[in-house]
RNA sequence: GUGGGUGUAGCUCAGCGGUUAGAGCGCCAGACUGUGGCUCUGGAUGCCGGGGGUUCAAAUCCCCUCACCCACCCCA
């Protein structure tokens, strides 16, 4: 009979992998509380129409990326491609914009997308994002990229560089179309065909081409950053002279574009040196909140990719050392299993497999294991109420009384 | 979605029309009855990814399919 095997583009973490990724999440739920961020958590599954009209109807993500399907009532529903529209939506259900006049968030979880698969690119993926509400202030801008740079450094990747750009306010960003759009038509004939399509649904994207004769193209071509109004202006200057300050690692990329319809002002990527693609990245959307039917909120914020993140960072986790026991004897597995339940209770990791076997075989196991701290007991020990750990790197035993085990155990071996 | 590569033992891979499909590592047992990593001896391994075809004969050639990897695309 044929196995069954995880569908295409999914896959599971496995406990080894899992410990990386645990370690980094509680250094990030820390650094997340340090700075006054909330976990906030929203259904997987969202209206369809979330995303069209937050994503942007246009984009790649929603036109053919996205799982869809219909409920029993005929419902037009969407697994989650991407996690601001979702807290978007929640802030708004919530009213929190009348409660308080700055929100911070901070989401982890699961998003799906139908792209095919390849090295740290999953249909199931999972980010962990931030989101503030309420602060039209370039500080904010530069606190999410502060969080976001010290986010990704906890992992292990310190190699990191924010490239920043800032795509202006809508009316900047109305007056720069109108003068791309003049800029590429007559030159549109030169473009390759991906781009030819970008022109007409996703201008911007087409900075993002990495074709050779398209970049010649646009070598000339009007920038964002020359069309700013006096306010976007001196707003990019601020964030800029802000991430200075903090003396993170900053690139101007005048020609840094994102994918997502809601982007307005600030952008930025979190680039590493071993990755062409970024592992973070993110923006300001002032008009998102309005799109969405609710008042108008400036809003920041990014999303971190874990699978790349993690693929990238070789965390060294701090793990409770691991105590085998092994039991010569049916008396010492008894005296032994209830040894085990205290030693437990003193917070200690032990686990045994149970098994008779000669001590010479069990001690194979646990060294090839690469198990450090071996638990002996049989008869001898029993009779004198003690028992013996072993160290097995030092070759080391210490003999030890059943009389407050736990304590000494603790000394020894941690 | 487009193009290319790879699927053989638990792992890394060799075999590329012709005996019963191999190596290294790992695994199991013994030498060695309460003290391990070394050594020696012996042992088990497999729908050769799946389906179809060509052939006297297919792991090997052809077609289809599935999965993984790489690049594009997309994006974090």
């Not at 961020?37 to 369809?48: A, D, F, L, M, S």
């Not at 010492?332 to 000669?358: I, N, S």
Request: charged share 30%; proline share 3%.
């Amino acid at each position: 009979m044929e196995s069954v095997k995880a569908v295409r583009g999914m896959r599971d973490l496995l406990p080894e992998e899992l410990e990386r990724w645990q370690s980094f999440e509680e250094k990030a739920r820390q650094l997340l509380a340090r700075y006054g961020y909330q976990e906030i958590r929203t259904p997987v599954v969202e209206e369809k129409g979330l995303f069209e009209r937050s994503v942007g109807e246009q984009t790649d993500i929603v036109t053919k990326e996205m799982y869809t399907f219909l409920d029993r009532k005929g419902r037009k529903l969407a697994l989650r491609p991407e996690g601001t529209a979702s807290v978007v939506r929640a802030y708004l259900e919530a009213n929190y914009f009348q409660k308080r006049k700055i929100s911070r968030f901070w989401y982890l979880g699961p998003m799906f997308r139908y792209d095919r698969p390849q090295k740290g690119r999953y249909r199931q993926f999972y980010q962990l994002g931030v989101e503030v509400f309420g602060g039209q202030d370039p500080f904010f801008d530069v606190e999410v990229m502060a969080l976001m740079f010290y986010l990704v450094n906890s992992s292990g990747v310190t190699d990191l560089t924010i490239h920043l750009n800032h795509l202006g306010c809508a009316q900047c960003q109305h007056n720069y179309l109108g003068v791309l759009q003049k800029f590429v038509r007559p030159r549109a004939g030169f473009l390759c065909c991906d781009c030819q399509r970008r022109l007409a649904s996703n201008t911007l994207r087409i900075f993002d081409c990495k074709n050779e004769r398209c970049a010649e193209v646009l070598e000339e071509a009007p920038l964002p950053g020359n069309y700013l109004c006096q306010v976007c202006q001196d707003r990019y200057e601020k964030v800029h002279t802000g991430l200075k300050a903090l003396g993170l690692s900053v690139f101007e990329d005048k020609r840094l574009v994102r994918g997502l319809d809601y982007y307005t002002g600030t952008v930025f990527e979190a680039m590493t040196g071993r990755e062409t693609n970024a592992v973070a990245a993110g923006g300001r959307y002032d008009t998102l909140t309005m799109a969405l039917g609710g008042p108008a909120i400036p809003a920041v914020g990014f999303a971190i990719g874990l699978d790349r993140l993690m693929a990238l960072c070789s965390e060294t986790s701090s793990k409770l050392p691991v105590i085998r026991a092994i039991f010569l004897g049916e008396e010492a597995r008894k005296r032994g299993f209830l040894l085990l339940e205290e030693l437990r209770r003193e917070g200690l990791r032990v686990e045994t497999d149970y098994e008779e076997r000669p001590l010479k075989n069990h001690l194979q196991t646990a060294s090839r294991e690469k198990v450090v701290w071996c638990l002996i007991l049989g008869e001898n020990e029993l009779n004198r109420e003690q028992f013996v750990i072993k160290n097995m790197e030092t070759r080391r035993q210490y003999e030890i009384s059943f009389n407050g085990a736990g304590q000494k155990v603790k000394e020894l071996v941690c």
